[in-house]
């Protein structure tokens, strides 16, 4: 049974720094185009970094360039996302999700983690 799995998620405060993990069971990530989601309170789910399966290309909302970074670890069948002076509006539940199609669309994504909190507050 495919399954991802994220962790990593925590109370920060603002400017602080955390890493989330998205790992895999069941299949192989290296085949799949990897994307971070998230979603706050009453908001929709909102993009927020993608990386595709083949050159590593990344892809990041506006919100999040310059201080969140995804990246990928085949060996360990898992990726990350490094988020660095993060704000309280980043507060959010954060999903992985993986799909053959990637890209900014969510629906392009088929497999989806449980989430894992984030919540930056003083």
């Known amino acids: 049974q495919s399954r991802l799995v994220e962790s990593g998620g925590g109370l920060v405060q603002p400017g602080g720094s955390l890493r989330l993990s998205c790992a895999a069971s069941?299949?192989?990530?290296?085949?799949?185009?990897i994307g971070w989601f998230r979603q706050a309170p009453g908001k929709k789910r909102e993009r927020v970094s993608c990386?595709?399966?083949?050159?590593?290309?990344?892809n990041y909302a506006d919100s999040v360039q310059g201080r969140f970074t995804i990246s990928r670890d085949n060996a360990k069948n898992t990726v990350y996302l490094q988020m660095n002076n993060l704000k309280p509006e980043d507060t959010a539940v954060y999903y992985c999700?993986?799909?053959?199609?990637?890209?900014?669309?969510?629906?392009?994504?088929?497999?989806w983690g449980q989430g894992t909190q984030v919540t930056v507050s003083s």
């Open positions: 999700a993986a799909g053959l199609g990637g890209g900014s669309n969510e629906n392009m994504y088929t497999d």
């Open positions: 069941g299949f192989t990530l290296d085949n799949y185009a």
């Open positions: 990386i595709d399966s083949t050159e590593g290309r990344t």
